[in-house]
């Protein structure tokens, strides 16, 4: 990971500056200007269908995607940073993308044995149905899941993922405690999915981390997240899920 040294600026203004980009990037910003916004267009009684909707969940996950999208070009540019800085490169892009897709299925076997060991010695916080697969009903709506999981799962938050993990090896003691801290609000973030969807995100935002800072190339991490989503989908519509 070839994060740009900023070590001209002050020492303390350099990291207060790191943690005001870190929390404008983390999604807590955008998903409350992005929440306010479709209040004011749709009304308080219509947000709440983001909890039933797949349709609108999308527009809402689209919509945030899009407006972190802004912060982060706005912020970068500031700095004069570009997305090569962070690891986007086209150097070995095949190699990366077939890595990314190997390590796909490899992810569903980590999920699936964090599930089953949380169904063997935590049977009180083992999670029977994911609400949000649960919203699927037809191809249509898979579809628009999947182009959500790719974008605003595999996109967004692994761009994400290397802007924090560049903020903490800049200014905040490395990024290995970036990856550490960021694993555990990734995970914390999927708090509607429970206590077990909430540890496998952690577990699965580590690995995209490390394969991240592994071999410095956003295209693995960005491949291997979309894979993951999209292969999860496909095996609850095809082999789970009543279609």
Known sequence: MNCPDSS??????????????????SGIVSSLLVSLIFTIIFGRNRLKMIEMDIEFLT??????????FLFLWILMKERRETLHTLGLRRRQWKTHVLLGILAAPCLII????????FQLFLPEYALDKNPL????????????????????GGVKEELQRAFILCRFRQHLG???????????AFGAGHYAQGIQGMCVAAILGFIFGVLYLIRGNLILSITAHA???????????????IN
């Open 133 to 152: 697969i649960e919203m699927i009903h037809s191809p249509r709506q898979l579809a628009l899941f999947i182009l959500a999981g790719i974008l605003a």
């Open 59 to 68: 527009a809402y996950l689209m919509f945030e995607s899009a407006v972190t």
């Open 174 to 184: 490395g990024a290995r405690i970036g990856l550490v801290i960021w694993s555990l």
């Open 8 to 25: 001209f600026k002050p020492y303390w203004s350099a990291r207060i500056q790191a943690l005001i980009e870190i929390i404008l990037i």
């Open 110 to 117: 980590v999920s699936g044995v964090a599930g089953l060991t």
């Open 227 to 241: 894979a993951y989503n999209t292969l999860t989908l496909l095996s609850y519509w095809f082999f789970i899920g």
